[in-house]
């Protein structure tokens, strides 16, 4: 992070969260403690060393800070979902998705990250896959910007039951609008998911010389869905923000 992002950052916390000096710790180590955890995920130890800090100094530091960036007066005022009626440049700039992805929003995705849990909660946090982890929805934009994030279900919750979770907290899709998801997400008026049972041909579409002449067959449907998610890479953008272990509630 350069200098200059990380004072607008100080500036924000301390005029819309109210951060704080402590007495023996600055508003700047405090941010600076958080940011080191968040980016390295190394444990408290080692940062009891780096800022010759007690542990529980770092954590009260840490936590402070993770309180602030997930309240309604930080989140709620740079986290905001997509409007309607906008159209987003991705799909208006592009001849591959315009007009046939207008009343896009973006993309949903939800992801396994690891966490820890106490032993009588292991069983409801195994994945398929046997790790302890939480299944983490996630939204973003076609610019790879989240709009929306839900986490703490247990591993081995389906995804169409966290999408549910999603729209009951807040996750708002404007009638007659959509976002993309894979076939993991339900069939439904808000979401865009692949045709079942049906093989990507991508290369083949990519060939057309002319996609408005193209009949809209399942294979070109899915072929068509299948490049616009891939613009988003939603998925990735959620597990390369999420490089610390974190506490499955």
Request: with cysteine; net charge positive; glycine share 8%.
């Amino acid at each position: 992070m350069s200098k200059g992002i990380f004072k607008r950052l100080l500036l924000a916390l301390t005029t819309h969260c109210g951060l704080r000096a402590t007495k023996h710790v600055s508003r700047e180590e405090q941010l600076a403690i958080f940011l080191r955890i968040a980016v390295t995920g190394i444990g408290n130890r080692e940062h009891q060393e780096r800022f010759q800090r007690s542990g529980e100094t770092i954590s009260k530091s840490f936590h402070r800070i993770l309180n602030m960036l997930v309240s309604r007066d930080f989140y709620g005022r740079y986290v905001k979902l997509p409007s309607a009626g906008i159209i987003p440049p991705e799909i208006k700039n592009s001849p591959e998705f315009y007009p046939f992805f207008i009343k896009c929003l973006g993309a949903v995705d939800s992801t396994l990250l690891h966490g820890f849990v106490a032993a009588a909660d292991m069983a409801r946090f195994r994945s398929r896959k046997g790790l302890i982890s939480q299944n983490t929805f996630a939204a973003c934009r076609f610019n790879q910007i989240f709009c929306y994030l839900l986490t703490g279900w247990e591993g081995s919750a389906a995804d169409g039951r966290v999408f549910a979770d999603a729209r009951r907290k807040g996750f708002a899709i404007p009638p007659g609008y959509y976002y993309l998801g894979d076939a993991g997400f339900p069939v439904c008026d808000a979401l865009l998911v692949p045709y079942h049972g049906v093989c990507y041909h991508l290369n083949e579409w990519r060939r057309a010389s002319n996609l408005k002449s193209v009949l809209w067959t399942p294979s070109v449907f899915r072929s068509a869905h299948l490049h616009t998610i891939q613009s988003q890479e939603c998925q990735g953008t959620v597990q390369s923000s999420s490089r610390l272990p974190t506490q499955c509630d």
